[in-house]
């Protein structure tokens, strides 16, 4: 029996030392870069002999008294699929193509799930097994560099598997390949409300000694509110269900913020209730409601039945209404909203509407709000780990390494508006940064201009969001093969996170193939009391963007004094002319910029110009 058991020790041992082990993003379904040698790695036991084999050709390596191991497979032309078989484990329906990592913050993770109503032909039609996506999902170490993801996997893209694809690189693939049919690799890694310092690697962090300290409680809110019970939950019948009687509620118009309606400075539950009457033939369509976006989180209720909720402010809310829950006559519908902070409430400008079928019921208009539960203040600190200088870097970059990319597509940068001037810095920073973990020297740099959000202003203003976008204008004379994504037209004055993601993933496309942007400034030169402004010869003459307005919109000028006042501005010869009457000696000009700037000039690709700020010479 001894014996026995020693026996079976034995071949459970040499079972475990010969298994490999492959890091989540070694897998099937995988894009590897074409025509440049490419590295794979794993784990065996220690000193095993690892022998790797695909596209007729062999390579041999041994891992090392660690057991890691890598392997330099050599350069291949596009195409697939085939199998790698590396000792006894094999991976499946391989491809060669571009890689592209796509980095940054929400609006590069935001998924065609949440724009689907936008581009509902798109998805249906997206059978692109070619395109390939893998998504890491979030973790962060503060300390020390983790050696691989968590578990996740490539997929190909149809139309199941593309709402959970990043919309802005799935419009970017899409277009690349169309255009070259060659297979793309998309990595995605990206996190809502990063800032970029947390993903630089420490060794590039020490130069921005600011940026060492932990920065992850600046990124959240620094007080929250303690929840009290809520009487819409605790009465003993509840105020969503079809039998509560109410009593007491006030009138409310939707959309709108609380704030703005008499309730200030509350922090809490506001239950919304609203009746409509429906016919029997409309109960029985397929059935839909819109309510926008809602500060901060809702469930939503009809006769009676939860429909759906969200817990956070940014999502659009669409919630399906199952067959059976309507029916003809009076229906009743329940919002309960939940705020901790700011304004709640429901935001303007967006979707408020009742889908039935191809009839569409609007839900703006006056609804009645009752108070459930008014929180007390109570300072709680909360921290983020994935917010810390350098902690994505280490959970989500330094586990790719040496996986051979095409180029990398950055957007970010809302987080990083508190301090706009270190920017450039940071994001020149963050290139050299990555390129060198690569050992990619001169891989393609793209990234998003900021693009517009927040209010309109109505006289020239000095604005973060505008800094950070001329800090992202000037790195990209100064980043080696970058190209810098103008945005400024598709942004959203009440979105953080505007829809339109296509024509952005199409401009980064563009970038690649190095077509012809929008108007980009060239320097400036003084001419008794004008400016002269000279534009690079890319994309061909200035023109004016005439769907709103005859004239050049958003120039500002300014002296030494550094005063901005309104200019005119008008084209001759392919240059502008800018000058105001208040200003004798003109030394600064601006352009579009604001939070959420109006500007309308463009050139012969009816691209915008980006915002920009340039000294006269």
Not at 38 to 64: C, F, H, L, Y
Not at 78 to 86: F, K, L, M
Not at 251 to 257: C, D, E, R, V
Request: aromatic letters at 10%; glycine letters at 8%; a neutral charge.
């Amino acid at each position: 029996m001894k014996n026995g058991y020693i026996l079976i020790l034995i071949l459970t041992t040499q079972l475990a030392f010969g298994q490999i082990k492959l890091p989540a993003l070694v897998g099937d379904n995988m894009v590897l870069q074409r025509d440049k040698p490419t590295k794979i790695w794993g784990w065996a036991s220690p000193g095993e002999k690892i022998r790797i084999e695909s596209r007729s050709k062999v390579i041999k390596t041994q891992s090392d008294k660690t057991g890691k191991w890598t392997a330099q497979l050599p350069a291949f032309a596009a195409g697939g699929p085939y199998d790698i078989r590396i000792n006894d484990v094999v991976i499946h329906n391989v491809l060669w193509g571009d890689v592209w990592l796509c980095a940054g913050q929400s609006n590069m993770v935001l998924p065609m799930e949440r724009v689907k109503e936008l581009y509902a032909e798109e998805i249906e039609k997206a059978q692109y097994p070619q395109i390939r996506n893998f998504f890491i999902p979030t973790i962060s170490s503060k300390m020390l560099e983790k050696t691989d993801l968590p578990k996740s996997v490539w997929q190909e893209t149809n139309p199941k598997n593309v709402l959970s694809m990043g919309a802005v690189s799935y419009f970017f693939a899409k277009k690349l390949f169309e255009k070259n049919h060659i297979p793309i690799g998309i990595i995605n890694a990206s996190v809502g409300g990063s800032p970029i310092e947390s993903w630089l690697s420490l060794d590039q962090l020490k130069q921005f000694p600011a940026y060492q300290q932990d920065t992850a409680a600046a990124q959240q809110p620094a007080a929250l509110s303690k929840a009290l019970p809520d009487k819409g939950l605790t009465e003993t019948t509840k105020w969503y269900e079809v039998n509560y009687q109410p009593q007491g509620w006030k009138n409310y118009f939707i959309p709108g913020f609380w704030e703005d309606q008499g309730l200030r400075d509350l922090n809490g539950v506001v239950w919304f209730r609203k009746e409509i009457e429906l016919t029997a033939e409309q109960v029985n369509q397929s059935a839909k409601i819109f309510m926008g976006r809602i500060v901060d989180a809702d469930e939503m209720y009809v006769n009676g039945t939860r429909i759906g909720n969200i817990t956070y402010q940014y999502p659009p809310r669409r919630y399906e209404v199952k067959p059976g829950i309507l029916h003809a006559g009076k229906n009743i519908l329940v919002i309960r909203v939940t705020n901790q902070a700011s304004k709640g409430g429901f935001v303007p400008d967006k979707r408020y509407e009742l889908q039935l079928g191809n009839e569409s019921i609007t839900l703006i208009g006056q609804w009645q709000y009752k108070v459930g539960s008014v929180w007390n203040p109570n300072p709680i600190v909360s921290t983020a780990q994935m917010y810390s200088p350098t902690a994505l870097y280490n959970g989500m970059i330094a586990p790719l390494i040496p996986y051979g990319l095409k180029g990398i597509l950055w957007y970010q940068g809302e987080s990083n508006t508190g301090k706009p001037d270190d920017y450039k810095d940071l994001l020149k920073a963050l290139a050299a940064n990555w390129r060198a973990k690569f050992q990619q020297e001169e891989l393609p740099f793209l990234y998003a201009q900021l693009p517009g959000f927040g209010d309109r202003q109505f006289l020239p203003v000095e604005s973060n969001w505008a800094q950070l976008r001329e800090a992202q204008r000037k790195a990209e004379t100064e980043i080696p093969n970058s190209r810098m994504v103008v945005a400024i037209d598709l942004g959203e004055w009440n979105d953080i996170h505007p829809l339109r993601k296509k024509p952005l993933g199409e401009r980064f496309a563009d970038a690649v193939t190095k077509e012809p942007a929008g108007p980009q400034i060239k320097k400036a030169i003084r001419k008794e009391n004008k400016i002269e402004l000279e534009f690079k010869p890319e994309g061909g003459p200035l023109k004016i963007d005439k769907s709103d307005e005859n004239e050049l919109q958003y120039f500002a000028i300014a002296g030494k004094d550094r005063k901005f006042v309104w200019a005119k501005a008008h084209i001759e010869n392919n240059k502008l002319i800018v000058s105001s009457e208040e200003v004798k000696e003109p030394v600064y000009v601006r352009y579009a910029w604001s939070e959420n700037p109006e500007g309308n000039l463009t050139n012969e690709t009816g691209l915008p110009a980006g915002p920009f700020e340039i000294e006269a010479n």
